[in-house]
C-alpha cells in the first residue's frame, strides 16, 4: 500500500501520473499539490492549492501520512519558462520539497525525481553513451542545465542525510508523444527539420507512455539511485526526419550558431538554447540500468518517432474534436464525497499486475 | 561543477551499475527496419563508400598485400593496434577493407578518432557514417567489452599523423598506455599490426600552425596536392604500394585482465612491448621492400 504526493498536478506529467496511478489498487491515497488547478479530469486524485511552502508541505506529508513523494515538476525546456521563473521552480521549488520530507520523523520512505538528461549537457568530446556514473565533462553552458543539476545535487543530498528513504532520480531522454510539449515535437511539427550545416547529431527519445510506465515502476519497485529513461537505440537527426516523412533544412550555420538561433527565434523557429549544442553534437544514453531492475520499454527511439509521425500526419484532421477539461472545485468536491455519488471500487488489479499489464507484456 | 566527493558523485557511484555478465543481454536490440545502428555507422553510406573509393583504392591504387590475415580473430573483442602517418591517411579504410576481403569471417571494423572529428562541420556527418567512433575510453570499452568488436587504434594518435615526411616509420610515442588498459579491462585480445605504404601515400613536408589556427582544422600540412587543390587535395594520394601484416595476437585475459589493469607498470610494459614489435615489424618489412611503388 503507498500514499502518494505528487507535486505539479497542473503540469503534464503531474496530470498523466496522477490518472495512471489511479488504477492501482496498491496506491491507496493520491494528492496532488500545486499552485494552478489540474488540467486533466480525474477519479480519487485529490488536488490541493499550495505554491512553494515547505511548512505547508510538511503539514499535508504528516497529516496523510505520506510515504512516497514523486516530483515531476522539472523545467527542462527553457523555451515553457524563462530563466528567472525556471530557476524559481527547479531550484527553490525542489528545495521547498525536499524541506517537506527531510525532517527526521517525517513519515516519507521514497522520494522520485524526474530530472532530465541535459543533466549530461552535450559537448564534443562526450562519450557516445553516457552511464549514470558519469558525470558532465565541462561546466553547465546554460542556466537551465546549471538549475537541473543543482536541483539533483540537492536530491543526492537527501539520500545521505536520510538513508531510510529511498531516492530514486530519472534523467529521461528527449520526450516525444502526441500530447507532450518538448523542444523536438515543437521542432517535428515544422515544416522541415532544422540541422546546423554540416552535422546530423545522434539523439535519442523516449516516448511519453513510457515515462509515465517508468514513474509507476520506480514506486512499485524499490529502485534506489540514479537512472536514464530512454528508449533503445540512438537514431540519426536525418534519420529522424525520414521516418516523419520531412526534408531536413540546414538552416543554422556550423560557426555563429547563437548569432542566427536569435533571429531565427523571432521568426518563430524556437530553438531553445540546451538544444543548440544538442543539435550539433547530440548525445546518447546508455539505458541499460533502468533496463536491469525489470523495466521494459514500449517503444524504441524509430517507433517514438515514427509514431509522432503519424499523430503529426492526423493532427490537422483531429485537431479540436475531443472537448477540453476545466476544473470545476464544486463539482469536483461533489463527485468526491457526496454520499449520493454511486463509486467504483477504485482499481481491481494488485500493482505489480496492473503495471505489467499497462505495459502490454 | 561536481567534483569527485560531491553527494552527487557518491549518489551516482559508477562501481557496478549494470552486473557485468548481464551488459551483452541487455544491450538494445537490432531493429531492421534501420540502416544505422546506435554508432551512427550507416550501412548504405559505408557501402556506397566501399563500392566506389575504397574498392578502387584497394585494388587498383594501392594494390594491397595482406599478410597474417588469420591473426584477427573470428569472434570476441579485439583491439587492432597500428602505426599511423601522413596528412589524412588511408590506412584505417585499407585495414578494414582488408578484414573484409581476406579474412574467412569477415567483421566490421570501428575506428577511433580524434573528438576533433565530431566537432568540425562536414567531417561530424560523415565519420560517424564510416565507422569512426570517438576515441573515448568508454566507447572504446563498450565496443570491445560489450559487443565484442574489432576495434582499430593508433596509439601515436595525432603526433602520428602530424609527422613530416622524413620521419616515417619512426613511431611516436604511444600515448600513455591507454590502449593497453582498455584492452586489459575489457579483456580483450591485443592484435598490433603493421602497415607500409601508408606513410609515403600521402607525405606532408610541412605543418603550418598559422594556418591551422585560421581554419580550425586539427592541422594543416603541406603536401603534394594540399592545400593547392582545395579540400579535394585532401584525396590527393601517391600510388604507393601497400603492405599490411598482422602480428600475433596477445590475449588480455591471460595477462591478468581487468585486475591487471590497475597495474601501471605492467600497462607500460606491455604498450612498450606492442610498440617495439610493430617497430621491429616495420624495419623487416621495409628492409624487404625494392620499391615504395611496386613492392
Redesign the interface.
Known amino acids: 500500500m503507498s500514499r502518494v504526493l505528487l507535486t505539479g498536478l497542473s503540469t503534464y506529467w503531474g496530470g498523466r501520473l496522477a490518472q495512471a496511478l489511479e488504477a492501482f489498487e496498491d496506491v491507496e491515497t493520491i494528492i496532488g499539490v500545486d499552485s494552478e488547478e489540474p488540467r486533466v479530469e480525474l477519479e480519487r486524485a485529490e488536488y490541493v492549492k499550495v505554491s512553494n511552502q515547505h511548512g505547508l508541505l510538511s503539514r499535508i506529508v504528516r497529516a496523510a501520512q505520506i510515504d512516497t513523494v514523486i516530483d515531476t515538476r522539472l523545467t527542462v525546456n527553457s523555451f515553457t519558462a524563462g530563466p528567472r521563473e525556471a530557476h524559481e521552480n527547479n531550484v527553490i521549488g525542489t528545495m521547498n520539497i525536499l524541506a517537506a520530507c527531510s525532517e527526521q520523523d517525517s513519515p516519507v520512505r521514497q522520494f522520485i525525481f524526474k530530472s532530465s538528461a541535459h543533466f549530461y549537457g552535450s559537448e564534443q568530446d562526450d562519450p557516445a553513451f553516457f552511464h549514470e556514473g558519469m558525470l558532465r565533462p565541462h561546466p553547465p553552458r546554460t542556466p537551465l542545465e546549471r538549475d537541473i543539476i543543482e536541483a539533483e545535487t540537492a536530491v543526492a543530498e537527501l539520500a545521505e542525510q536520510r538513508p531510510e528513504v529511498e531516492v530514486t532520480i530519472l534523467r529521461c531522454a528527449n520526450v516525444l508523444g502526441p500530447d507532450v510539449d518538448t523542444a523536438f515535437t515543437r521542432m517535428f511539427d515544422l515544416p522541415a527539420v532544422p540541422m546546423v550545416l554540416g552535422f546530423d547529431p545522434r539523439i535519442q527519445f523516449v516516448h511519453e507512455d513510457d515515462i509515465v510506465h517508468a514513474l509507476e515502476h520506480c514506486v512499485f519497485h524499490g529502485t534506489p539511485g540514479a537512472f536514464n529513461v530512454a528508449a533503445d537505440g540512438v537514431l540519426a537527426l536525418s534519420e529522424a526526419a525520414s521516418l516523419l516523412g520531412k526534408r531536413t533544412a540546414p538552416v543554422l550555420p556550423p560557426w555563429g550558431t547563437g548569432l542566427v538561433a536569435g533571429p531565427l527565434r523571432s521568426l518563430g523557429f524556437k530553438f531553445p538554447s540546451e538544444m543548440l549544442n544538442l543539435l550539433r553534437f547530440g548525445r546518447g544514453l546508455d539505458n541499460r540500468r533502468f533496463k536491469a531492475t525489470g523495466f521494459d520499454y514500449g517503444h524504441t527511439s524509430r517507433e517514438a518517432v515514427a509514431k509522432l509521425g503519424q499523430h503529426l500526419r492526423l493532427d490537422p484532421v483531429m485537431r479540436g474534436v475531443e472537448g477540453g477539461y476545466t476544473y470545476e472545485r464544486e463539482v469536483e468536491e461533489f463527485l468526491r464525497w457526496s454520499p449520493h455519488v454511486q463509486r467504483d471500487r477504485p482499481g481491481d488489479k494488485t500493482g505489480v499486475e496492473a503495471d505489467s499489464d499497462l505495459l502490454g507484456i | ?2 567534483r569527485a566527493r ?10 557496478e ?3 557485468a555478465e ?2 551483452a543481454e ?4 537490432i ?1 531492421p ?4 545502428n ?3 555507422r ?1 550501412e548504405r553510406v559505408e557501402g556506397f563508400m566501399d563500392e566506389t573509393l575504397y574498392e578502387f583504392f584497394y585494388r587498383y591504387w594501392f594494390r594491397v598485400e595482406v599478410e597474417g590475415i588469420e591473426n584477427v580473430p573470428s569472434d570476441g573483442g579485439a583491439l587492432l593496434v597500428s602505426n599511423h602517418a601522413g596528412a589524412l591517411p588511408p590506412d584505417a579504410p585499407m585495414i578494414a577493407k582488408a578484414i573484409n576481403e581476406e579474412h574467412p569471417r569477415p567483421r566490421p571494423l570501428y575506428l577511433t578518432v580524434e ?2 572529428f ?8 560523415l565519420v ?2 564510416i565507422g569512426g ?2 576515441a ?1 575510453p ?2 572504446v570499452h ?1 565496443l570491445l567489452h560489450d559487443e565484442k568488436q574489432l576495434v582499430l587504434v593508433f596509439p601515436e594518435g595525432r603526433k602520428g599523423t602530424e609527422k613530416l615526411y622524413k620521419d616515417r616509420y619512426r613511431l611516436r610515442r604511444f600515448g600513455r598506455g591507454g590502449f593497453v588498459e582498455a584492452a586489459m579491462r575489457a579483456e580483450a585480445k591485443l592484435v598490433p599490426l603493421c602497415v607500409v605504404g601508408a606513410e609515403e601515400a600521402m607525405p606532408a613536408f610541412a605543418q603550418v600552425p598559422f594556418l591551422q589556427k585560421l581554419t580550425g582544422l586539427i592541422y594543416f600540412p603541406i603536401t603534394p596536392t594540399f592545400p593547392w587543390l582545395g579540400p579535394l587535395g585532401m584525396m590527393g594520394y601517391l600510388p604507393a604500394k601497400f603492405k599490411i601484416r598482422f602480428l600475433e595476437p596477445i590475449d588480455m585475459a591471460e595477462l591478468g585482465g581487468k585486475d591487471a589493469a590497475q597495474d601501471k607498470a605492467l600497462v607500460q610494459t606491455v604498450a612498450q612491448e606492442v610498440r617495439a614489435r610493430i617497430q621491429e615489424n616495420l624495419h623487416d618489412m621495409l628492409g624487404k621492400r625494392k620499391s615504395v611503388w611496386f613492392g
Open positions: 561543477m561536481a560531491s553527494p552527487l558523485a557518491d549518489f551516482a557511484d559508477s562501481k551499475l549494470v552486473p548481464r551488459r541487455l544491450m538494445s536490440p531493429e527496419e534501420r540502416t544505422l546506435d554508432w551512427g550507416s573528438h576533433f565530431k566537432g568540425y562541420p562536414g567531417f561530424s556527418m560517424p557514417k567512433v570517438a573515448h568508454a566507447n563498450r
